[in-house]
Nanobody
Framework: QVQLVESGGGLVQPGGSLRLSCAASVSIFSRYAMGWYRQAPGKQRELVAVITSGGTSSYVDSVKGRFTISRDNAKNTATLQMNSLKPEDTAVYYC?????????WGQGTQVTVSS
């Protein structure tokens, strides 16, 4: 059974940084595209960043230049480095793994940006 476990969320002041990690218990992790989504209260879940199995990354416009997604295939982990955080980044962040028609989600981790 595939499991994705996020960690690293918390409370941070505007302008601060957080690093989210997603540990995946999947076979052949390198085959999966890994993504980070977020959902703020009263809003739809949105894709924040994705990194393909080949290592190509893309971002939603609102986080470009501030967030960086990466992956470590040897450790079955995906990471989202978030810098220059803004109050509008406040949301529950979810890890996502996708390959060959299968999609898996983590349980989510809360990120709150507030002074």
């Amino acid at each position: 059974q595939v499991q994705l476990v996020e960690s690293g969320g918390g409370l941070v002041q505007p302008g601060g940084s957080l690093r989210l990690s997603c540990a995946a218990s999947v076979s052949i992790f390198s085959r999966y595209a890994m993504g980070w989504y977020r959902q703020a209260p009263g809003k739809q879940r949105e894709l924040v960043a994705v990194i393909t199995s080949g290592g190509t990354s893309s971002y939603v416009d609102s986080v470009k230049g501030r967030f960086t997604i990466s992956r470590d295939n040897a450790k079955n982990t995906a990471t989202l480095q978030m810098n220059s955080l803004k109050p509008e980044d406040t949301a529950v962040y979810y890890c996502n793994a996708r390959a060959a028609g299968s999609v898996y989600w983590g349980q989510g981790t809360q990120v709150t940006v507030s002074s």
